[in-house]
């Protein structure tokens, strides 16, 4: 039953997600012929993947978009619903899309089995959406974005990108935000860490050195684009967006589980907040108490952090 | 959300002569019902915290908290500290809380032993109030159906016991995580548990339980009689022991039955 549910609006599918495919085809299985108790044991027990389906502290963004009965709320690749059903105990309504047809059925199935009225769910692809302009209050494109040159429809990804987002803007009522979780390619965490085509430093180098590298070592060129701060805000301007009508936000430890939430533009915040990181101690603390001592040391720091969360209001 | 907490400190500054800023500070968990914090200040100076439930369906929980701490602040618990309650009420469906800001140490896993004395302390200056038989709380506990082995064991204990406990206010849920300290001040935070084990005695045995890493009960027993100043008698320490126990394990397994029985424990 629930999976006609889903209103497919492409044909295609492709599956990709925190865990197998093998492993989602068990859950759908287990969905068929079992309890949601049992889905939500084998959840929490075999896939450890409880927090990301069911859990409230990941879609704390929510608490700074604009929420009531009235609004109806667009989720942009909404995998396993999560920021879906947390919008829903809020909003009026929410249409919730997603690429794979096994994410989308297991939305479904969850709206189902919870008895959630106020859900639609579709699988589909950006291109293939068919709804009105001007007929969201929200749009929700959590860890979305970066993907968006994978289309590949332009030879530049940020023309993708932009495409879309442009779309996204369309769809928004006048007053509507759009929100945007995301990673700051400058982040220091990428010392560390890896691009999201799985190789590290590539978000530092220049587009072209990256794609070099990607191509040379994965065997495709380097599309998943990230920006800086003054790259993020030339975008939406491009989308559409005022830029007094765009605000960010830095989100500690990251924009997947946003504990601290801190206006980037809001030097006093993020000097208070540098703070608070160096009663911490230790050298990281040491050298945070020095670097954010004068005004243009915040300023320099609050640059380096792993994410943003960007609120758009057209 | 942002428009909310402007309009709550818009009420008690001026916005237009003071830069106010605010950030959600951190979140006590995942749950619906978890807390949410916004810190709020101007100029680097800490003004307060506000405070809301993730789900306001869970608003009761705040506001039992709001309550019990504006009790434990205004009765000026000897040495102990409670952040205080500056303002409650309303935005759109969530019931808030603004109350002082705490910019202390969280006692923590590490120094937890060191603070025993002070806790100790602090349960010495509660009040006991009335008696309550322990045959009578033994037979509220043993009123659950519980197939536990462990939770049976404690249960056969108890019903040895044979003194009285005292009844008495108590914070609820004492551990080094929530005992801050600044400046050599101790604050107690987190009271949403208050008033739910109303027996004397019990915040202490459960901060000691916890600090000594959750051991054998005749291992805590050695450590509790090597105290210089003991808040209690040795035997107390073991009454109240196996309470603390049972409540515990009542509340990890069966949270509904657990606050039934806080409240019939409390009437007795």
């Known amino acids: 039953m629930y999976k006609e549910q889903v209103k497919r609006l492409i044909e295609n599918d492709k599956y990709w997600g925190e865990f197998s495919e093998e492993k989602m085809d068990e859950l759908l299985s287990i969905a068929d012929t079992k309890d949601f108790s049992d889905v939500k044991y084998y959840i929490e027990d075999t896939l450890h993947r409880s927090d990301f389906i069911f859990g409230t502290a990941r879609s704390d963004f929510l608490l700074y978009v604009p929420l009531d009965k009235e609004s109806v709320v667009l989720d942009c690749g909404s995998g396993l619903g999560i920021h879906t059903f947390n919008a829903a105990k809020k909003a009026g309504h929410v249409h919730s899309f997603d690429q794979s047809l096994k994410r989308s059925q297991f939305t479904s199935y969850r709206k189902q089995a919870q008895q959630v009225e106020n859900i639609s769910v579709y699988q589909s692809d950006f291109k293939n959406l068919n709804f009105t302009e001007n007929k969201f209050d929200s749009i929700l494109m959590n860890g979305v974005v970066e993907w968006l040159g994978e289309i590949d429809s332009h030879k530049n990804p940020r023309d993708d990108q932009l495409e879309v987002l442009q779309q996204m803007h369309s769809y928004l009522k006048p007053g509507g935000v759009l929100y945007i979780g995301i990673e700051n390619r400058m982040s220091v965490s990428y010392l560390h860490g890896h691009d999201h085509n799985g190789l590290r430093f590539t978000s530092y180098f220049p587009r072209f050195l990256a794609n070099i590298v990607t191509k040379m070592r994965k065997g495709k060129p380097y599309r998943t684009y990230t920006y800086t701060y003054w790259g993020y805000k030339k975008l939406m301007k491009d989308a559409g967006f005022k830029e007094e009508d765009v605000t960010f936000y830095i989100a500690v430890p990251g924009y997947n589980l946003p504990k601290y939430i801190i206006p980037f533009d809001d030097i006093q915040a993020v000097r208070t907040f540098l703070g608070m990181m160096a009663q911490k101690g230790g050298i990281k603390g040491k050298l945070i108490k020095i670097l954010s001592t004068p005004d243009f040391g915040v300023k320099i720091i609050r640059h380096l952090f792993f994410s943003y969360l960007i609120y758009a209001k057209k | ?268």
Request: some cysteine.
């Open chain 2, 1 to 268: 959300m942002v428009e909310a907490l402007q309009e709550i400190l818009s009420k008690k500054y001026n916005l237009e002569k003071h830069k106010i800023s605010f950030f959600k500070l951190h979140h006590s968990g995942d749950s619906p019902h978890a807390k949410i914090l916004f810190f709020v200040f101007d100029s680097n100076k800490a003004l307060g915290v506000i405070k809301i439930i993730r789900d306001f369906d869970y608003n009761d929980k705040l506001q039992h908290e709001c309550d019990a701490q504006r009790k434990a602040f205004s009765s000026k618990i000897k040495n102990i500290s409670v952040p205080k309650i500056l303002d409650s009420g309303f935005v759109g469906k969530h019931f808030y809380t603004y109350e002082s800001f705490v910019l202390g140490e969280v006692v923590g896993r590490k120094n937890a032993l060191k603070y025993v004395d002070v806790v100790g302390d602090y349960q010495l200056h509660v009040e006991k109030k009335k008696k309550v038989s322990i045959s009578q709380i033994h037979q509220t506990l043993s009123s659950i159906q519980i197939e536990d082995e462990r939770c049976q064991d404690l249960l056969r204990e108890l019903s040895k016991k044979q003194d009285d406990v005292f009844e008495g206010s108590n914070h609820g849920d004492l551990t080094f995580m929530n005992v801050l300290v600044k400046n050599k001040n101790i604050y107690f935070i987190d009271w949403e548990n208050y008033g739910e084990r109303t027996i004397w005695g019990l915040d202490f045995v459960h901060y000691f339980i916890r600090a000594h890493n959750n051991q054998e009960k005749d291992v805590l027993i050695g450590h509790f009689e090597k105290l210089k100043e003991k808040p209690m008698k040795t035997y107390e320490f073991s009454v109240l022991y196996l309470i603390d126990q049972l409540y515990d394990f009542l509340e990890k397994n069966n949270l509904a039955e657990y606050k039934k029985v806080c409240t019939e424990i409390s009437n007795l």
